[in-house]
């Protein structure tokens, strides 16, 4: 068995060694290069071009503008796409758009023979605007939308409103005795800043067009790219190559639908269009900023009595993700503590931002930092309750079904999670000592728990297929749909394919790339979907090869293929470890021989209909410097529960970067606007501020391991959980520390020195 085992990655020598081809390493010399006119008004109208000193520069191909694209919109989110038209994501952009909704929009685009050119063109380019006041506050555009709508679909700027009621919340709060806790909590916008850019090159071969790119969904990017063209999806291929991040971010057609047609307009010739760090932070996507209006009616006993959730989401300029959103954010809300009567309403609202889209944990990160600081808010009015037994008092148990979503907790460890960690921690130990500190350095404990669906059945399309192949020397070669995207996932399917087939690890050979042409279908990497549905998929499919093999060789033996089992690469006896039959011998025999050549492959689809809850908890234990208004950390541990774990090695990769990512969200990361224009400040990594190497403390990590049933192996999501508890963490540690409790982050020393300052600590 090589599931539960510390397995190193397939493809880490291929990535230590710098062999790993990303999109850029397939380039040639020959290719044109693409660089995009981006507005510089945050919301109006384009009346004209003046191209005529951009044309005269030596090596322009062509110049395209808004004018010159199909009257087409569009959607770009990397969702599953639906038949009915109520679950269909917003169509509301175009290749180049004439109608400007941010500064940086894209308007215009040279094509050129190389990358001066292109960028010396761009900036000879001139442009008219009719320009309308921007809104950058998202409360504002939905109460005074002004005269002319971000987008003339939706006159009020909002995009969707939506609402859910579990039980009688107006009856539920007249309910004597009960105390009333208020609180208002803010999370700001942040970019995904993986390593490798927005990059994409495109060029037409056999009729198609192909593009190739770092693309976390390489079927939607295909189907997004037919829609936004026009044309038959057949004639469209997307190749993926190896990734260099994306976080979500790459979750969305970026900039694969213009290059498709910017090859069209130079008869099929290859061009490339690499976007710039700085187009990378305004011109993709980033994290929602989010607003909540949280207010709960406890009994003095610790159980919520009644509880409502009004939340804000800013989408910005164009719909992308949309309202999935902030809607999980609220949903969230409802889930992780299911006690009590419950009203949720969640807006999502148009801007004049740069467009938000999928980010790591999917509105959770910004619901967890409201939802477990507003627990903590609660907990310093219950004399006799504290923040574990507060806890422990309300959230979800197994067995709980969710009343809008009927997705079951089919496992929970997070009792034990908790437990494991208040014990490492020195929780209670921590409390006694640090309470009624003075002084200008203080310390304080803080905590955050979390539960996170697994991948998006039943709100959205979950399906996955794989496909294996027994190779002449009695190999495998295992392809999937779903994209490694760093984070471990082709490894982890090569082990659970080996130890469903009989085989050992490094007889399972895993096509990393894919190909829309000839890969299988899978809707891609986000929603920490792929050991859960694609490892369905792979086990299904390792079951029926192993059935075939098991059929070939029981020819090959004259015997009865259900007495026949595969033990390390060999046919066995069942019950048994007498080798019958090499691997090899089968292999070679279905595929040459002359009596029976039957050439052994499967594929299987996985259509999931189910969905099960991950659960964790962050501990942290901080020194505040209250004059310098800084913190450190002292230790950080996250405890998960995510089921069975697969591979602990790559497991624990996983939590490092969730909780370094977390860390950064809750003490550094903004994204910052000029209010009058709209433009970004910090677009660059030397002024927007992420955790470095220096900045991050000893990471530790525990896992509790239930079983979940509705698993291919007991397991459940993983890949996006470890971000969403360090925040709130953080803010809980701070007000244990100082007593001041900060309702927005980053916890940047700016904000602390003014939050200190309100409250008397610094004079």
């Known amino acids: 068995m090589v599931v539960g085992k510390r397995i190193n990655r397939v493809d880490a020598v291929t990535k230590v060694k710098g062999t790993a081809k990303y999109t850029e390493d397939l380039l040639d010399d020959k290719t044109l290069v693409a660089k995009v006119l981006h507005s510089t008004i945050a919301n109006g109208r384009v009346i004209s071009f003046d191209l005529e000193e951009a044309?005269?520069?030596?090596?322009?191909?062509?110049?395209?503008?808004?004018?010159?694209?199909?009257?087409?919109?569009?959607?770009?989110?990397?969702?599953?796409w639906s038949t009915e038209k109520s679950h269909q994501d917003v169509c509301d952009r175009k290749l180049l758009n004439t109608r400007v909704r941010f500064y940086g929009d894209e308007i215009a685009c040279v094509i050129a023979d190389n990358e001066i050119a292109a960028g010396q063109a761009v900036a000879k380019i001139k442009v008219e605007y009719e320009e309308y006041p921007a809104i950058f506050d998202m409360e504002e555009a939905a109460n005074n939308p002004g005269e002319i709508p971000i987008h003339e679909e939706r006159p009020n700027n909002v995009i969707v409103k939506s609402s859910y009621d579990v039980g009688d919340y107006d009856e539920a709060i007249k309910e004597k005795g009960l105390i009333k806790v208020e609180g208002v909590y803010e999370t700001q916008k942040v970019q995904q800043c993986h390593i490798e850019n927005a990059t994409s090159f495109a060029y037409e071969e056999a009729g198609k067009v192909v593009v190739v790119s770092s693309t976390q969904i390489p079927h939607i990017v295909r189907r997004v790219c037919s829609q936004a063209l026009g044309i038959d999806m057949g004639l469209v291929r997307i190749i993926k190559p190896y990734i260099g991040g994306g976080f979500g971010n790459?979750?969305?057609?970026?900039?694969?639908?213009?290059?498709?047609?910017?090859?069209?307009q130079v008869g099929g010739r290859p061009v490339k269009l690499l976007y710039t760090r700085e187009e990378t932070f305004f011109g993709t996507r980033s994290r929602h900023?989010?607003?909540?209006?949280?207010?709960?009616?406890?009994?003095?006993?610790?159980?919520?009595?009644?509880?409502?959730?009004?939340?804000?989401?800013?989408?910005?300029?164009?719909?992308?993700?949309?309202?999935?959103?902030?809607?999980?954010?609220?949903?969230?809300?409802?889930?992780?503590?299911?006690?009590?009567?419950?009203?949720?309403?969640?807006s999502t609202i148009y801007t004049n931002n740069p467009t938000a889209g999928a980010m790591r944990a999917y509105g959770i990160p910004q619901i967890g930092f409201a939802l477990e600081a507003h627990v903590e808010d609660i907990v310093a009015k219950l004399p006799n309750i504290d923040s574990i037994k507060f806890r422990l008092i309300n959230m979800m148990q197994l067995g709980y079904v969710d009343p809008g979503t009927s997705i079951t907790c089919h496992s929970t460890g997070l009792e034990e999670c908790i437990a494991r960690g208040r014990k490492s921690i020195g929780w209670d130990e921590k409390i006694e000592k640090y309470k009624n500190q003075t002084g200008d350095i203080r310390h304080g404990v803080g905590m955050g728990i979390f539960c996170y669906k697994t991948g998006v059945y039943p709100i959205a399309l979950e399906t996955s297929a794989a496909r294996m192949i027994l190779n002449q020397d009695g190999?495998?070669?295992?392809?999937?749909?779903?994209?490694?995207?760093?984070?471990?996932?082709?490894?982890?399917?090569?082990q659970m394919a080996a130890d469903t087939l009989g085989f050992t690890f490094d007889k399972v050979h895993i096509i990393s790339n894919q190909d829309t042409d000839v890969t299988p279908y899978d809707t891609g990497a986000y929603a920490s979907r792929q050991t859960y549905v694609t490892g369905m998929a792979v086990k299904k499919t390792a079951e029926s090869l192993k059935s075939k093999i098991c059929a070939y060789a029981g020819w090959m033996l004259n015997k009865d293929s259900s007495d026949l089992d595969i033990i390390d690469n060999n046919i066995v006896r069942v019950g048994?470890?007498?080798?019958?039959?090499?691997?090899?011998?089968?292999?070679?025999?279905?595929c040459y021989?002359?009596?029976?050549?039957?050439h052994l492959a499967a594929e299987e689809t996985h259509h999931c209909t189910d969905n099960t809850y991950s659960f964790g908890v962050c501990f942290m234990d901080i020194e505040v410097d209250i004059p310098l208004s800084n913190i450190k950390i002292n230790r950080v541990l996250n405890v998960h529960d995510s089921g069975t774990i697969i591979n602990p090695q790559t497991a624990e990769g996983q939590v490092h970067g969730g909780m370094s990512m977390g860390l950064g969200y809750g003490l550094f990361?903004?994204?910052?606007?000029?209010?009058?224009?709209?433009?970004?400040?910090?677009d660059n990594l030397l002024d927007y501020k992420l955790m470095?190497?220096?900045?991050?403390?000893?990471?530790?990590?525990?896992?509790?391991?239930?079983?979940?049933?509705?698993?291919?192996?007991?397991?459940?999501?993983?890949?996006?959980?470890?971000?969403?508890?360090?925040?709130?963490a953080l803010r809980n540690a701070v007000l244990n520390a100082t007593g001041v409790a900060v309702n927005s982050i980053p916890l940047n020393p700016d904000k602390l020195f003014h939050e200190f300052s309100a409250a008397g600590l610094i004079k």
């Open 55 to 80: 044309k005269a520069v030596d090596g322009v191909v062509k110049i395209i503008t808004s004018f010159d694209v199909p009257d087409i919109q569009y959607p770009t989110a990397g969702h599953p």
């Open 250 to 264: 790459k979750q969305d057609a970026l900039t694969e639908p213009l290059n498709a047609f910017l090859t069209m």
């Open 289 to 346: 900023a989010m607003k909540f209006y949280i207010t709960s009616y406890v009994r003095p006993n610790g159980t919520f009595a009644a509880r409502k959730i009004v939340g804000f989401s800013d989408n910005g300029a164009y719909g992308s993700h949309a309202h999935a959103l902030v809607a999980n954010a609220v949903n969230a809300f409802r889930m992780m503590y299911p006690v009590g009567a419950i009203r949720g309403v969640a």
């Open 475 to 494: 190999s495998i070669q295992l392809q999937v749909g779903a994209t490694e995207i760093g984070q471990g996932a082709d490894t982890v399917f090569t």
């Open 576 to 590: 048994t470890e007498d080798v019958l039959l090499t691997m090899n011998e089968v292999g070679m025999e279905s």
């Open 593 to 598: 021989s002359r009596q029976n050549s039957n």
């Open 669 to 682: 990361e903004q994204m910052l606007f000029d209010p009058k224009t709209g433009r970004m400040l910090n």
């Open 692 to 728: 470095t190497a220096l900045d991050t403390p000893d990471l530790e990590v525990d896992f509790v391991e239930p079983v979940d049933p509705s698993g291919p192996y007991g397991n459940k999501s993983l890949g996006e959980p470890p971000v969403i508890p360090m925040a709130p």
